[in-house]
Nanobody, 115 residues
C-alpha cells in the first residue's frame, strides 16, 4: 500500500525547534527525490526542502540556514529538523515525492509557532 505518514508537529514558541518525521512506503521512497511541503491557511502549498536518494539537498529561501532535511534509506524515512522557528512557519507540513504526486498526499502534521 502506498503511504506517507507525517508526525512530529506541535505548538512551539518562536525561536524553538521541532523535528518532523515521515514514514514512507518503500515503493515510494527508494527511488524518489523526497520533499517536505507546507501549506498555511489561505496560501498555496509550497515546497520547503527536498533531498535526493544520495542526499543532495535544496531549500526554499525562507528556511535556508534554519531547516535541515535528511533521509534514512534503511528506514524509508525522511526528516525535517526545524530550528529558529518563526510565526510565519506556522502551517500544515506534508512529505511527498518531488515533484509531488497528487495521490500521495497524507494527512500532514500541524506546526504552530507562537510569537
Amino acid at each position: 500500500q502506498v503511504q506517507l505518514v507525517e508526525s512530529g508537529g506541535g505548538l512551539v514558541q518562536a525561536g524553538g525547534s521541532l523535528r518532523l518525521s515521515c514514514a514512507a512506503s518503500r515503493i515510494i521512497f527508494r527511488t524518489n527525490v523526497m520533499g517536505w511541503y507546507r501549506q498555511a491557511p489561505g496560501k498555496q502549498r509550497e515546497m520547503v526542502a527536498k533531498i535526493t536518494t544520495i542526499g543532495i539537498t535544496n531549500y526554499a529561501d525562507s528556511v535556508k540556514g534554519r531547516f535541515t532535511i535528511s533521509r534514512d534509506n534503511a528506514k524509508n524515512a525522511v526528516y525535517l529538523q526545524m530550528n529558529s522557528l518563526k510565526p510565519e512557519d506556522t502551517a500544515a507540513y506534508y512529505c511527498n515525492t518531488y515533484p509531488a504526486a497528487q495521490n500521495y498526499w497524507g494527512q500532514g502534521t500541524q506546526v504552530t509557532v507562537s510569537s
